[in-house]
């Protein structure tokens, strides 16, 4: 098949993480919007950018992209679409996700069924037939309309990446996969003489995320995909695409990680998804409160995802909280670097220091601050 762009959606916030991802694969002219990251490919690059990418949320094949003002320009443009060149003749293809923002064509059930109906009638002349089945591969398309601007896209992930398989139990308040390693890529972490330590790390997610970055292991290259059952991707393609993943992993390097919550339960927890994960040898964990912490390294990096108001704690105990974790570092780890990502406000002031940068992200839905403090190391390398 024929060049294809291929469009990488990300949480807000991220598109530059998922840009310098894609950039870094190799693939070409990669281009970045809001919420999303586009770039040229071939069906092979599927595979790759499903198994590889730590940060994005899925992978879609870009259909289509219009102006539509009316139903009937809707029907038409999508029946443009060589939707035969995907879709098989037993092929899924419900309209699974729509969303219309300051368009003139705002009814999602509308677009839905329009949608429906365009395909069905562009499937009918390829296949000859007047009913279809859909009991095969799923091909679930995604429409994005925004000021009229629509945007047609086919899903390859099926469940979103952040779906590794090693977490099977979540703890009260999790984080993403896929912003945890967004996490560690900010902090530019990448193993090696300095250790990496969370004091609050809950079920253990950025710890996995991190090791798997130290290691180079794939995020996706022990689950599976729904783009595996299309026909237009020989299986073989899979097959090489994990194969070259394994042989890229790095068990040479030094990885320190290390890893601790004052709630043995959940510490339990983190050490089932270490283990699933296949990181154990790179992460110690204990039970303690992060008012314990005492690290023998000079240097080194911060990265935690602690409770905050809305989200957990009310505001006192969030600021005490706060307090108390600025006063160990700075007091314990005076040359080490702090990442924490939090949604409370006042978290500069709670702390007891102005973050060197701050970017605002979006972690479940909520907003959040990432305060970046560099120690002696990252304050040279981000200059």
Not at 146 to 154: A, C, E, G, K
Request: with cysteine; glycine share 8%.
């Amino acid at each position: 098949m024929e060049n294809i762009t291929l469009i990488a959606s990300s949480t807000m916030g991220l598109e530059s993480i998922v840009r310098d991802e894609c950039v870094e694969l190799g693939f070409k002219n990669v281009k970045t919007f809001n919420g999303r990251v586009e770039f040229d490919g071939t069906v092979r690059d599927i595979p790759k950018a499903n198994i590889h990418l730590r940060c994005a949320d899925r992978v879609f094949v870009k259909m289509g992209e219009f102006k539509a003002f009316t139903f009937d320009e809707l029907f038409k443009n999508i029946k443009k679409i060589d939707w035969q060149n995907y879709i098989p003749e037993n092929g899924e293809f419900p309209v699974s996700w729509v969303s219309s923002v300051k368009s003139k064509l705002f009814s999602k059930s509308d677009i839905q069924r329009i949608t429906k109906k365009a395909i069905v009638e562009k499937l009918k002349e390829k296949y000859k037939k007047e009913y279809f089945y859909e009991d095969g591969p799923r091909y679930a398309i995604k429409i994005q309309a925004h000021n009229d601007v629509f945007i047609v896209m086919i899903d390859t992930s099926g469940e979103g990446l952040h779906k590794r398989g090693y977490r099977a139990i979540k703890n009260e308040a999790p984080i993403k996969e896929t912003m945890a390693a967004a996490l560690v890529k900010l902090s530019r972490w990448k193993g090696g003489e300095r250790p990496l330590v969370d004091p609050m790390c809950g079920t253990g997610t950025i710890l996995i995320e991190a090791a798997m970055i130290a290691r180079n292991i794939a995020p996706g290259a022990n689950r599976n995909f729904v783009s595996e059952g299309w026909s237009i991707i020989p299986e073989n393609d899979w097959i090489e695409v994990r194969d070259e993943a394994f042989s890229q992993e790095d068990y040479e390097k030094e990885v320190k990680i290390f890893g601790s919550d004052i709630d043995a339960d959940t510490i339990e927890i983190a050490r089932e998804n270490i283990k699933k994960a296949g990181v154990e040898e790179e992460i110690t964990l204990e039970c303690k409160n992060f008012l314990d912490l005492e690290m023998e390294e000079r240097q080194g990096c911060l990265i935690t995802n602690p409770p905050y108001g809305d989200r957990l704690l009310d505001k006192e105990a969030v600021e005490r909280l706060y307090g108390l974790l600025g006063d160990i570092c700075r007091m314990r780890l005076p040359k080490w670097s702090y990442y924490i990502i939090t949604s409370y406000e006042e978290f500069e002031k709670a702390f007891g220091k102005k973050a060197t940068k701050n970017r605002k992200l979006y972690n479940g839905g909520i907003e959040c601050r990432y305060y970046q403090y560099y120690g002696e190391k990252d304050g040279k390398n981000n200059r």
